[in-house]
């Protein structure tokens, strides 16, 4: 009997249908990786499988069975038997999923006990076992820390920690890795592969990362608008896609790669074990060739880039050994430790490293959000900041429009008149309606509400705009419609962008230049074809190894070659 078993599942939100008819199967000890833009109906069908949605007003039709359980049929106590002991969730965002004000440990062994009449002590020591096995240093210690002293990577492992307390069969994992820079997604998928190995659990991933699938599963199922467009083999769907939907898809995934002739193809400087050959060249991904038959998507299935500087005056910024220093005497934190930078008129730079290497700090010096402690800083321009999280940086008592308009009044614009024809102006150039302008921020999604904070940002007729992860929460579809507007918008008005990322691939894609920090420091700086076809820095050699390819056969490989390194 397959461990999971749906047939023809439909879930709906009033006149929503988020899942249509779907059916399929999922084996004990094998991998399925659920892959789609935002609104396929991906985390629908996750939470389908654990009766979540019971109680929430929605309709839900079809047979699920999950460990032999019938989802639709259990009562409560069947549920919460199934919920933990049988199947466990690891959610994408570990700060919501995470009580702030009880210890990490304390939180694990509460779910160990509501499951197994053990004493608190027994459950604690499983609590330390379990952190343990998912590699967090030093478990017996800190399983008395409270969440927010653990980092966005250690958080998920200690919730991936959570989930196999009561050693379930069934893993569901909902986008794990999303808010994860390379290095530490690339260990969290790696962990995934060794515990499913280890304890013989199957393994359901929902994810719009085609890569991270690519890196994980046995088998792909591609869903949109609530329907499976196609399902088999992730070798055969990624490498050979059948439905037009997939092959779009996979023409809007960002790579690292210029093409089968490019720096990481066949005939590259790269094997594909990853290493590193004689000149420096980091272990980029071997065979990921833009696939034909795109489909209906055209954009991003081009290099983006601004077409480089402009003229060859004065850099509008010109930064010199900046330093920004948090605390005090023994707890001081040098996050920018004597960066030298400068961006051109029409260039795009690009910042790449891990979460606290500096990025944003740099970012925010950048536009005068915060003062740097010591070094000097010239701005020969108007700056604007694209925030990573647009949900947040916008007011959700208030139209998109008066967010929009709110660089105009400060200016000094009273026109009303003026005011709205100019908003709406700007929204028609970001792909918005005129007339959206009395929507609030709830009533867009996640693209669109970033495209609101594009054009208040373009409100303020800015000669330069720091991005800050501005598309690092956006499907693939959606990051590359976000990344071909700023491309547009730049060459319309010649602007300059400075684009922070984690994400590796979609700098290459923007960027002119690239400068990869680490630890507040700039270790690598150059034009962006030569630092990613021959990184000279070991570091900068680590972040391209850690790219998610989408060729499993070198996926597996790496991973080989990862489990190694761990294991020296």
């Known amino acids: 009997?397959?461990?999971?078993?749906?047939?023809?599942?439909?879930?709906?939100?009033?006149?929503?249908?988020?899942?249509?008819?779907?059916?399929?199967?999922?084996?004990?000890?094998?991998?399925?990786?659920?892959?789609?833009?935002?609104?396929?109906?991906?985390?629908?069908?996750?939470?389908?499988?654990?009766g979540l949605h019971r109680g929430t007003g929605a309709t839900v039709?079809?047979?699920?069975?999950?460990?032999?359980?019938?989802?639709?049929?259990?009562?409560?106590?069947?549920?919460?038997?199934?919920?933990?002991?049988?199947?466990?969730?690891?959610?994408?965002?570990?700060l919501?999923?995470?009580?702030?004000?009880?210890?990490?440990?304390?939180?694990?062994?509460?779910?160990?006990?509501?499951?197994?009449?053990?004493?608190?002590?027994?459950?604690?020591?499983?609590?330390?076992?379990?952190?343990?096995?998912?590699?967090?240093?030093?478990?017996?210690?800190?399983?008395?820390?409270?969440?927010?002293?653990?980092?966005?990577?250690?958080?998920?492992?200690?919730?991936?920690?959570?989930?196999?307390?009561?050693?379930?069969?069934?893993l569901i994992a909902d986008e794990p890795t999303t808010a994860l820079d390379v290095t530490v997604q690339a260990q969290i998928l790696d962990l995934l592969h060794q515990l499913r190995s280890e304890t013989g659990m199957g393994l359901l991933l929902v994810t719009h990362d085609v890569g991270v699938a690519a890196e994980s599963v046995d088998d792909v199922l591609v869903m949109q608008s609530g329907k499976a467009v196609e399902r088999g083999p992730v070798g055969e769907v990624l490498l050979a896609p059948r439905a037009p939907y997939t092959r779009a898809l996979l023409a809007a995934v960002p790579r690292i790669s210029d093409g089968p002739d490019g720096p990481d193809g066949p005939d590259g400087p790269d094997g594909p074990d990853g290493s590193v050959d004689e000149d420096g060249g980091g272990p980029l991904d071997v065979g990921e060739q833009p696939l034909d038959g795109g489909g209906p998507l055209d954009v991003g299935e081009q290099p983006l880039d601004g077409g480089g500087p402009l003229d060859g005056g004065a850099p509008l910024v010109e930064a010199v050994g900046l330093r920004q220093v948090f605390g005090k005497g023994r707890t001081a934190l040098a996050a920018v430790d004597g960066v030298s930078l400068t961006v051109h008129r029409g260039e795009t730079l690009g910042i790449v490293g891990e979460s606290g290497s500096g990025k944003t700090t740099l970012g925010r010096m950048l536009v005068g959000l915060l003062d740097p402690t010591s070094g000097t800083l010239t701005r020969r321009a108007r700056v604007q900041m694209v925030f990573q999280d647009p949900a947040s940086s916008l007011n959700p008592r208030r139209s998109i429009g008066e967010s929009v308009a709110d660089p105009l009044r400060a200016s000094g614009q009273r026109d009303e008149a003026v005011i709205r024809a100019r908003v709406g102006d700007l929204l028609e150039r970001v792909g918005l309606a005129p007339e959206q302008y009395d929507r609030y921020p709830h009533e867009f999604s996640g693209g669109q509400r970033q495209r609101v904070g594009i054009a208040r940002a373009l409100a303020a007729e800015p000669e330069l705009i720091v991005c800050d992860e501005?598309?690092?929460?956006?499907?693939?579809?959606?990051?590359?419609?976000?990344?071909?507007?700023?491309?547009?918008?730049?060459?319309?008005?010649?602007?300059?962008?400075?684009?922070?990322?984690?994400?590796?691939?979609?700098?290459?894609r923007v960027s002119d230049r690239v400068a990869v920090m680490r630890r507040g420091r700039i270790v690598e700086e150059g034009a962006v074809d030569q630092v990613y076809s021959h990184p000279r820095n070991a570091y900068t050699q680590q972040l391209l190894a850690a790219v998610p390819t989408l060729d499993p056969g070198l996926a597996s490989a790496r991973r080989a070659v990862r489990a190694e390194l761990v294991s020296v």
């Open 1 to 50: 009997m397959s461990l999971v078993e749906v047939t023809d599942l439909s879930v709906s939100f009033g006149d929503v249908r988020a899942v249509q008819d779907l059916s399929f199967s999922l084996e004990a000890g094998r991998a399925l990786g659920v892959v789609g833009e935002s609104g396929s109906g991906k985390s629908a069908l996750a939470y389908a499988l654990l």
């Open 470 to 508: 501005a598309v690092s929460a956006l499907d693939v579809t959606t990051q590359a419609q976000v990344t071909a507007l700023l491309a547009e918008v730049q060459q319309e008005l010649g602007l300059s962008l400075v684009f922070i990322a984690h994400d590796l691939a979609v700098v290459r």
């Open 61 to 94: 039709s079809g047979s699920v069975e999950v460990a032999g359980v019938d989802v639709s049929a259990a009562d409560d106590a069947e549920l919460r038997s199934l919920r933990g002991a049988k199947a466990a969730m690891v959610f994408q965002d570990p």
């Open 96 to 170: 919501s999923s995470l009580d702030p004000y009880y210890a990490v440990g304390d939180q694990i062994a509460q779910v160990y006990r509501a499951h197994h009449r053990v004493s608190r002590r027994a459950a604690r020591a499983r609590a330390v076992e379990v952190l343990d096995r998912v590699r967090i240093p030093d478990a017996a210690r800190r399983s008395r820390s409270r969440p927010h002293e653990f980092s966005g990577g250690m958080r998920q492992r200690a919730l991936i920690a959570m989930a196999l307390a009561c050693e379930p069969q069934l």
